[in-house]
C-alpha cells in the first residue's frame, strides 16, 4: 500500500490532502493514459529513486528505459516524451519549446496540455510518497501527535 493511499497513514493525518492528491491522479489518468504516460511516470519513478512495480510498461521496454536514448525499442514520439519527463523531473525551468514541439507532429496542442499537467501530477505525487515514505515509517506517524 502507498503511504499516501486511503486508509494509509498520512490518511489518517491529512484525510482532505490525500484525498485532493488521489482526485488529482484520477483525473489525470483519465484525460492521459495512453502507453506513452505509463512509459514516462515509470521512468519518472526510476529518476526518484522509487519502484517501478505495478507500471503497466512491457519487461523489455522497463528493462531498457534507463537508457531508452541507446534503444531501438521506442518511436520517435516516445523518445519526445522521455525526454520532456526527464527535463521535466531534472529542471522544470529548463524544458524549452524544442521539447514541446517535438510532440506535435503526433499530438495536437489539447494533448500536449494534457499530457504536460498529467506529468506535473505524477511528479508531484511521486516526490511526495517518496518522501513521506523516507521521512516517516508508520509507526512514526501513527504515534506522533497530529500539528507536530
Not at 536514448?69 to 519526445?80: I, V
Not at 517518496?130 to 516517516?136: A, G, I, P, R, T
Request: include cysteine; charge should be negative.
Amino acid at each position: 500500500m502507498s503511504i499516501m493511499s486511503l486508509g494509509g497513514p498520512v490518511h489518517a493525518r491529512a484525510p482532505e490532502l490525500v484525498e485532493e492528491l488521489l482526485s488529482l491522479n484520477e483525473v489525470a489518468r483519465t484525460t492521459c493514459s495512453g502507453p506513452e504516460m505509463a512509459l514516462c511516470q515509470l521512468r519518472m519513478r526510476q529518476m526518484h529513486g522509487a519502484s517501478g512495480e505495478g507500471s503497466g510498461v512491457s519487461a523489455e521496454k522497463a528493462a531498457a528505459l534507463s537508457a531508452w536514448w541507446e534503444s531501438d525499442l521506442f518511436s520517435d514520439h516516445e523518445r519526445a516524451c522521455l525526454h520532456l519527463t526527464e527535463q521535466f523531473v531534472l529542471a522544470v525551468s529548463a524544458v524549452r519549446q524544442e521539447d514541446i514541439d517535438a510532440l506535435m507532429p503526433t499530438w495536437s496542442d489539447d494533448q500536449i496540455y494534457d499530457f504536460v499537467m498529467a506529468l506535473y501530477v505524477a511528479d508531484m505525487s511521486s516526490r511526495a510518497d517518496l518522501v513521506l515514505s523516507s521521512v516517516f515509517d508508520d509507526a512514526a506517524l501513527s504515534i506522533r501527535p497530529q500539528g507536530d
